[in-house]
């Protein structure tokens, strides 16, 4: 079976430091992969898709960046956290339309 | 924008009573795939249930079951046997065929009163 690990699950980082979160997917080969963002009390933005190892596409222009190194790996960067960069950051990996969410990270800046 | 809207964003249900949740959507595609997507305390999104548009027949999974109109471009949640287990923030969501994202709406908080 799939299953899809996020860590850090917690992260509290002061404004202006770098950000690596970190998404893996085991049981599938080439899943489309996936980032949302979920601000307090409010719905899923997407950030970043990928439907392959070197296609990512960007959603929102913003200080993120999204790298795929390994077929079943994500990453979401930041070289400064802004303070409207916090909230819950969701990994999803999909096939056949359907996408399967990862359990998040919890990301406050200070 | 293709956008999807959830018009109630608090419902309540007694324990054991059945509850719907609303649901429309925009788009001008024929072909499209609608989810419920249950996000619990602990914030993890689960899939609870998935229609594909060219089905007629309303997708059911145990206690929850759909009411699609596609003509209305309606996608309704029924959970009937409300446990509590059931309070969470339900979304709705709705994706082209094939690799692109979900569009979401702005969820539905649940609450089960014992």
């Known amino acids: 079976s799939q299953t899809i690990h996020q860590w850090p699950a917690t992260l509290v980082q002061p404004v202006g430091s770098p950000l690596s979160l970190e998404c893996t997917v085991e049981?599938?080969?080439?899943?489309?992969l996936y980032w949302y963002r979920q601000a307090a009390g409010r719905g899923l933005q997407l950030l970043f898709y990928s439907i392959g190892i070197d296609q990512i596409s960007s959603e929102v222009p913003q200080n993120l960046s999204a790298s795929r190194p390994q077929d079943r790996q994500f990453i979401l960067s930041s070289k400064k956290l802004l303070l409207s960069d916090s909230g819950f950051y969701l990994c999803?990996?999909?096939?056949?339309?359907?996408?399967?969410f990862g359990p998040g990270t919890r990301l406050t800046v200070l | 924008a293709q956008t999807v809207t959830q018009s109630q964003p608090e419902m309540s249900v007694q324990e054991a009573e059945t509850v719907t949740l609303s649901c429309t959507y925009d788009?001008?595609?024929?072909?499209?795939?609608l989810f419920w997507y249950k996000q619990p305390p602990s914030r993890q999104m689960i899939l609870v249930i998935r229609q594909e548009a060219y089905k007629q027949q309303n997708a059911t999974e145990n206690r929850f079951s759909v009411n699609f109109q596609k003509a209305a471009k309606s996608f309704s949640l029924k959970i009937s046997d409300s446990q509590l287990g059931d309070a969470a923030m339900y979304f709705c969501?709705?994706?082209?065929?094939?690799?692109?994202?979900?569009?979401f709406g702005k969820g539905t908080r649940l609450s089960v009163i014992a």
């Open positions: 049981g599938t080969s080439n899943p489309n």
């Open positions: 999803a990996w999909g096939t056949s339309a359907t996408q399967y």
């Open positions: 969501a709705r994706t082209s065929s094939g690799n692109t994202p979900l569009v």
């Open positions: 788009t001008s595609e024929s072909d499209y795939y």
